[in-house]
């Protein structure tokens, strides 16, 4: 029998994207490229009713989830700006469905099945483009 192989930290970062790439497309947003690369964002370029957006992912294992690092997050409102989108971010936690401790839940086995959490997308912004309600 052969043991189990631990996923890669690029497998992770795909896997993630793939979730939230999935996920797009059942709600009919039009993904129109995908770049796995670690460190090149965004992870997804979409289009949902002729709007761009631009989508960066973020993947970690259990009990985490995704952070976006706050260079990023300023990196990304600059670039969509330049292409007249909206930048979002999608934080995506998998946790290994087969483990039968904390430990083991975090440990991503390729092949394995996984609970995914995943809340869906955040617009990335800044305070100062943010109002509140009466305001």
């Not at 976006?68 to 292409?83: C, R, T």
């Not at 809340?119 to 305070?127: D, E, K, P």
Request: proline share 4%; hydrophobic share 40%.
């Amino acid at each position: 029998m052969k043991s189990a192989q631990i996923m890669s930290r690029e497998e992770i970062h795909a896997f993630g994207i793939e979730v939230v790439a999935k996920q797009l497309i059942k709600e009919g947003i039009v993904v129109e490229g995908i770049n796995t690369q670690i460190g090149l964002d965004p992870q997804i370029r979409a289009r949902k009713s002729g709007v761009l957006s631009f989508i960066v992912v973020r993947t970690a294992c259990y009990p985490d989830k995704g952070m976006l690092d706050p260079d990023v997050h300023f990196q990304m409102i600059e670039y969509a700006d330049k292409h007249q989108a909206i930048p979002y971010f999608a934080s995506v936690g998998i946790g290994n469905a087969t483990g039968k401790s904390d430990k083991e839940m975090s440990i991503p086995i390729k092949g394995a099945g996984f609970y995914i959490a995943y809340n869906g997308l955040l617009i990335i912004t800044r305070s100062d483009r943010v109002s509140l309600a009466g305001e």
